[in-house]
């Protein structure tokens, strides 16, 4: 079955500062370390800077690996945490935070050494006995438990840790990352993961990326799960449930890993079984799969409301419909590969995904994408699709709304018509290869079209992702 046009249209709601990896010059470094600890600039900023979400992130320091050591007790909703993260300064640093919200601290150490720290707000506040100088790579151990509780977003919607009546439903866009570990929270950091979980048996626990085994003890199982590529921390999920699961290797060598609450398997299966014929699709409109590992956690969450795409394996509250099912798998390219420098530029993940959508259901016999668009178009003025532009949606309580998605979607659509085909293609191609396991922003973005195009796209970007209101009948672009 295709997606309707109604599935097409159905969500009515559901920095890299580049990437900080900038070596200060040595003489710098010297400077700044002998003029001492209580010189400005040695403490690392409690957010990235996105104004979004302003304790989002942290400044200072880059993460390279989380090893993540959990243990969770669905009966009690009791969390176990250890995590080890191996990081490298970007500045002098004599403390610097993390973010995490609520759970208890125990011990911190940095390269071994106990170090103070400090809860305040979602920041954990550290400082190592030693100043890390720029450049450093250090390692800060956190060992913490207790209940983990979802965070409220500003939209309304739960996300982070979300107990369920068989376990948790992990999902953490835009900041639930915190809710569960110790986290430098901001997609603009990238990093790779272990994850060593134990349940008690008979349930399971999933994660992202390569499944490397399970051992049983003492009526407990230990699972772990390497995610090898980088991945921003609000894409990390550490799913508990009772769940069916299936394995298998892909004709393209992906290591496919399916976790399905029985009461959703009937449901979910006929739609499961496309995942490696979309992935396919997929990657022959947008380039080569970004990831070893893909599949699908199908949860039965009927209090979240929403799907996420946690990388390789996107966690669904209930059994997808295929729209879905593309959309998720979408995202693997565009917002999980290509990640947000801010989440101001979200509808390059969402516009992007919904798209994909249009696309699919265009090329599998039901809606064209033209025929999506006119639809959505003839909504009148006053609709919440024109509430507000996709490019600039004001606060962190808009990102999810349908000028997101969908006139987000529509812009790409009048590129699409703008360009050609051929143009329009290559352009998205070229997105997802050119920021593979990095990041993008609007700008890059529009210039990246124009260049390939060679026609001056600033009247159609400012009118579909910049101007507000309801666009009026669009006009062919000339030639720059
Ligand atoms: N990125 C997800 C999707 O479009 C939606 C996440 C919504 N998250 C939230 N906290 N409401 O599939
Ligand atoms: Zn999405």
């Known amino acids: 079955m295709t997606p309707s046009r109604k599935q097409a249209v159905r969500r009515t709601a559901v920095l890299r500062r580049e990437a900080v990896v900038t070596t200060v010059p040595v003489a710098v470094a010297a400077l700044l370390a002998a003029a001492g600890p209580a010189a400005a600039g040695t403490t690392g900023s409690s957010g990235a800077g996105d104004p979004y979400f302003p304790l989002a992130g942290n400044g200072g320091y880059h993460v390279a690996h989380y090893d993540l050591t959990l243990g969770y007790d669905p009966r009690t909703g009791h969390l176990d945490g250890r995590a080890v993260l191996t990081a490298r300064a970007t500045q002098r640093l004599t403390r610097f935070d993390l973010d ?17 720290y400090r809860r305040e707000g979602q920041e954990l506040v550290v400082t190592p006995r030693a100043a890390l100088p720029a450049g450093r790579e250090f390692r800060v151990a956190v060992t913490y438990n207790g209940t983990p509780e979802p965070v409220t977003d500003p939209d309304g919607s739960d996300d982070g840790w979300i107990p369920t009546s068989d376990g948790a439903f992990v999902a953490g866009e835009p900041q639930g990352a915190m809710t569960w570990f110790p986290a430098n929270g901001h997609p603009v950091d990238k990093s790779s993961y272990d994850f060593t979980i134990t349940v008690p048996d008979g349930t399971t626990a999933v994660a992202n990326g390569l499944y490397l085994g399970r051992r049983t003890a003492d009526g407990r199982t230990t699972f772990r799960w390497r995610q090898p590529e980088p991945m921003a921390a609000y894409l990390a999920t550490a799913t508990v449930g009772k769940f069916q699961v299936q394995q298998y290797t892909t004709a393209d060598g992906l290591k496919v890993y ?11 299966a006929p739609v499961l079984k496309k995942l490696p014929s979309v992935l ?81 259901s265009e090329q599998h016999g039901g809606d064209s994408a033209q025929e999506t668009f006119d639809d959505l178009y003839a909504r009148p003025s006053g609709d919440r699709l024109w509430a507000y532009p996709p490019g600039d949606p004001g606060n962190g309580k808009n990102i999810f709304g349908a000028p997101v998605y969908d006139r987000g979607a529509m812009a790409l659509h009048e590129l699409r018509t703008a360009v050609g085909d051929r143009v329009f293609f290559r352009i998205l191609r070229a997105w997802a290869t050119g920021h593979r396991h990095g990041h993008g922003t609007t700008e890059r973005f529009a210039a990246l079209a124009q260049k390939e195009s060679g026609k001056n796209l600033t009247g159609l970007f400012h009118t579909w992702l910049f101007a507000q209101g309801k666009p009026g009948k669009p006009e062919a672009p000339t030639a720059s």
Not at 100 to 116: W, Y
Not at 283 to 308: M, N, S
Not at 315 to 327: E, Q, S, W
Request: glycine share 6%.
């Open 258 to 268: 399916n976790a399905v609450d029985p009461r959703e398997a009937s449901a979910a």
């Open 100 to 116: 995490l919200d609520g759970l208890k601290v125990t011990a911190v150490t940095v390269d071994r050494i106990p170090a103070q």
């Open 280 to 360: 396919a699709w997929e990657t022959k409109l947008f380039g080569p799969y970004p990831f070893r590992a893909a599949g699908a956690i199908v949860d039965h969450a009927p209090k979240v409301g929403y799907a996420l795409e946690t990388q390789t394996r996107p966690l669904y509250d209930k059994a997808p419909d295929l729209g879905i099912l593309v959309h998720e798998s979408a995202h693997q390219w565009f917002g999980d590969s290509v990640s947000l420098t801010r989440w101001k530029d979200i509808w390059l993940n969402e516009g992007f995904a919904t798209y994909a959508e249009w696309l699919y």
